[in-house]
């Protein structure tokens, strides 16, 4: 660059005053003027030529302010390679830092996406992969919930690392059903809370999902015969199917119906499709309809006749149902879930003790009740209970309370102590739903006032089949000495039959 600054400076001065001689005085200012502009001209040309590395370090950052790197050459102006140099080793460190900004992202989102227990996926990551499924166009698929049954009573009773060792298990064992089922599908096995799994496969009907969760249940059953439990039922699993244009919620609210509708029916799984549309899908809207029931005292009671062998009726069994403004009726299987987790069970359970104790105002009639253990839990309901029963003595005489989903939790336990306690002191008689599945509970029963007992579905079946004292038949003549009957679900809706 120096030698053309002399060019400019020194000998192009000197070749235009040479011809400036030669051209005499006239001529001189003209060419003169010439000289200077030529001058000027050069000088832009060297200064656009020595600004080149500028511009272009000028346009090196700016990529960088938009997460491009543009290494730059060596330029040919030594006066910029320091520059440029430093401008590059830049960029080099920048794009290193974010690289590896990039690679600890992904690290942590890798076990984000990763139960560190079970080696399932995250919730997050099932709740995205369902998104994206409802998002495309076109997709079908199906989703199911497994809760663990019991999982903090387990905890309670068999310590922490017993309880550690159940959910690997169930994972595994989800997991083998799996690939023996579906090798090679794209499946999304999550765990999404403490107790409950999440899993989700694509296009799936509703036949081939129950029967594929039916299944996965039977193998989880096994855990239970290994030890892993000390409970009959492992888990409970409620699915459905779900296609394009439903949201996120409308899945979940409905999946989780099953769940709830599986634990309160003893089923081990519940399965439908995606046109079994879920009433109230938030939980504040199931409250606002519990609370408009017990406010404004829409409420009824069905009752369903209960028939022994020879056909001889026995009793009914009463169940509320809600009156929505519109004349609509929700039963109690519908509103029963959510009524636990919004805190109203034990309202909606005295309301139907109430109704119960009206409609024994027929002195043909007698009726039995299903209670939650939730309701019995809370001191303030037992004490009007049993002010309410012990008004009407002679009703509660054909009244039967019945106690559902005896598990051997510690919740259940206690409120079955407490419904006996009632029962003594009201004259009411105590009913047992799925009879036969604890077994903790035995000793208590001996000296309760129990006027029936159902059968689980596996004990009813060997009590109506056995003939070499199965056992079936051995809680039934159990049953017998106590002063209570068996009662065995038969397939009809609520129908059952004594044996």
Request: neutral net charge; glycine residues 10%.
């Amino acid at each position: 660059m120096a030698w053309i600054l002399a060019v400019q400076c020194i000998v192009v001065p000197a070749t235009w005053w040479w011809l400036g001689q030669q051209a005499g005085a006239t001529g001189m200012l003209g060419v003169q003027l010439a000289g200077l502009a030529m001058q000027l001209g050069g000088l832009a040309c060297i200064r656009a030529w020595a600004m080149r590395p500028a511009r272009q370090i000028v346009e090196q950052v700016q990529a960088l302010g938009e997460w491009r790197f543009m290494p730059m050459k060596q330029p040919t102006v030594q006066e910029w390679v320091p520059l440029a140099r430093a401008v590059n080793v830049l960029i080099e460190k920048v794009q290193t830092s974010l690289r590896e900004r990039d690679d600890a992202v992904g690290d942590l989102r890798n076990q984000l996406a990763r139960d560190d227990l079970t080696h399932a996926s995250s919730r997050q990551h099932f709740m995205w992969s369902l998104d994206r499924l409802l998002q495309t166009r076109d997709a079908t698929g199906a989703v199911a919930i497994l809760r663990v049954n019991d999982l903090e009573g387990l905890n309670q009773r068999m310590g922490r690392q017993r309880t550690d060792e159940l959910l690997v298990a169930v994972a595994t064992a989800v997991r083998a059903g799996l690939l023996t089922r579906l090798p090679g599908e794209d499946c999304t096995f999550a765990r999404l809370n403490g107790a409950d799994f999440g899993l989700l496969v694509p296009e799936r009907s509703v036949d081939d999902w129950r029967a594929l969760l039916q299944v996965l249940a039977d193998g989880l059953q096994r855990l239970s015969d290994d030890g892993l439990t000390d409970l009959p039922v492992t888990a409970w699993i409620g699915g459905t199917c779900f296609q394009h244009g439903e949201t996120l919620s409308q899945v979940l609210a409905r999946v989780d119906s099953q769940v709830m509708q599986a634990i309160g029916q003893g089923r081990q799984v519940m399965v439908v499709g995606a046109d079994a549309g879920v009433r109230f899908q938030q939980a504040s809207q199931w409250r606002q309809v519990i609370e408009y029931a017990l406010d404004t005292g829409h409420l009824g009671m069905t009752l369903e006749p209960v028939h022994d062998r020879l056909g001889r009726l026995s009793h009914h069994h009463g169940q509320l149902h809600l009156l929505l403004p519109d004349g609509a009726r929700i039963g109690r299987e519908e509103w029963m879930p959510a009524a636990v987790r919004c805190g109203r069970i034990a309202d909606l359970d005295l309301k139907a003790v109430e109704i119960a104790l009206n409609r024994l105002s027929d002195e043909s009639l007698s009726l039995s009740l299903e209670l939650m253990p939730q309701s019995l839990a809370r001191p303030i309901l037992v004490r009007r209970l049993g002010a309410l029963l012990q008004a009407h003595p002679q009703r509660a005489g054909r009244l039967t309370l019945e106690l559902a989903d005896l598990r051997d939790t510690v919740e259940l336990l206690r409120a079955l102590r407490t419904l006996g306690e009632l029962a003594s002191r009201s004259g009411c008689r105590l009913g047992l739903r799925d009879f036969g599945v604890g077994r903790t509970a035995l000793p208590m029963l001996a000296g309760m006032r129990l006027r029936h007992a159902k059968l689980s579905p596996l004990l009813g079946e060997a009590a109506a089949s056995a003939t070499d004292g199965g056992s079936g038949r051995a809680f039934a003549d159990l049953l017998r000495e106590w002063g209570a009957r068996a009662q065995v679900e038969i397939l009809e809706p609520r129908a059952s039959a004594e044996l």
